[in-house]
């Protein structure tokens, strides 16, 4: 059974996480970061990276807090779903702030992996002489960070495979192009291509189909589009190095299936039409045996399946986009 902290500590790094997914959109390159000032069970200040090269989670809940609250720092605790930077980068190091405020604790979701980080931040606060805990609701949120967290720790982006498939298993009906999703499920489609950084396709695909692969059912930038095939092989290196976090590989059947076979993929998501049916023609490709189902969803008819590997961290909830 949970003691009463614990479950107080989950309660307010939970808030952490609603207020970090506000920064989707304009936090990146950065994680997406959240954090609430608590005193005696009451939220005195939370905030969230709103913007790349703006202040930090930390910062912004500080400055939300009211003038006449700011002695209550001193037996305030703090929560934040990533460890407080201790590097000078575009801002001043958040573990700085916390120490010149006097907080009394610190909750921590996560250790930053970025390489300037890493844990400098945490033995900071601790060297200061402020109480820190580290991992609450931990898989939450690196989960909620998985694309930065990938791009820092193997030099490449976040990897989702994605393709739309009949109820029989084909992605197509005798080489010819079917629409399968619905207009809602290619909604959330779209809505996912705003989320991500680049959209890639093979060849083939790119003459028969002629995908526009841009965000036109949703609010959002469009992802950058990219075309591979033999004489023009995707390089993960430069999409490294023009700081591309997150590819959605949309196919078709032999792109997808060289991603597999290298075993470069970090999530799949399926669309299953239920309803539908195809007389033959291209099958969908072999879920590799490793890939382990983190969230269902049925849209009248059209289920959407999102596969991560046994291995990587997940949060205890998922969203199909």
Not at 32 to 53: D, F, K, L, S, T
Not at 105 to 113: A, F, H, I, L, Q
Not at 203 to 224: A, M, N, S, Y
Not at 240 to 266: M, N, P
Request: overall charge neutral; some cysteine.
């Amino acid at each position: 059974m949970e003691t009463d902290q614990i479950s107080l500590d989950k309660k307010y790094m939970r808030r952490c996480l609603q207020l970090a997914q506000n920064g989707r959109q304009n936090a990146k390159p950065n994680p997406m970061v959240g954090a609430v000032i608590v005193v005696e069970g009451q939220i005195i200040g939370e905030g969230y990276h709103v913007r790349c090269g703006q202040g930090h989670a930390e910062v912004n809940a500080f400055a939300s807090v009211k003038p006449e609250d700011e002695p209550l720092l001193k037996v305030a605790t703090m929560y934040v779903s990533l460890e407080p930077c201790s590097h000078y980068g575009k801002t001043p190091p958040c573990a700085e702030l916390i120490i010149k405020k006097g907080v009394k604790r610190v909750v921590v979701g996560c250790v930053d992996e970025f390489a300037e980080v890493q844990g400098r931040g945490i033995q900071k606060l601790r060297n200061a002489g402020i109480e820190v805990t580290v991992g609450v609701l931990e898989d939450e949120c690196k989960a909620l960070n998985r694309r930065f967290f990938t791009f820092h720790r193997l030099s490449r982006p976040y990897i989702i495979l994605k393709w739309a498939q009949t109820a029989n298993g084909f992605i197509d009906d005798d080489g010819k192009a079917i629409a399968i999703s619905s207009p809602f499920t290619q909604m959330l489609s779209h809505k996912l291509r705003a989320e991500e950084d680049a959209i890639l396709v093979g060849r083939v695909t790119d003459e028969r189909e002629h995908p526009q692969l841009t965000v036109r059912q949703w609010i959002g930038p469009d992802p950058k589009r990219l075309v591979v095939d033999r004489q023009h092989p995707l390089n993960l290196e430069v999409l490294h190095a023009h700081h591309i976090q997150s590819l959605i590989v949309e196919g078709g059947r032999k792109t997808l299936d060289s991603f597999l076979a290298q075993g470069l993929w970090d999530e799949i998501r399926v669309e299953t039409n239920t309803r539908l049916t195809a007389s033959g023609g291209t099958r969908a490709p072999q879920l590799p045996a490793d890939a382990e189902v983190v969230a269902q969803h049925d849209y009248d008819g059209h289920v959407i399946i999102s596969y991560r590997s046994r291995l990587a961290p997940r949060p205890t909830s998922e969203s199909p986009t």
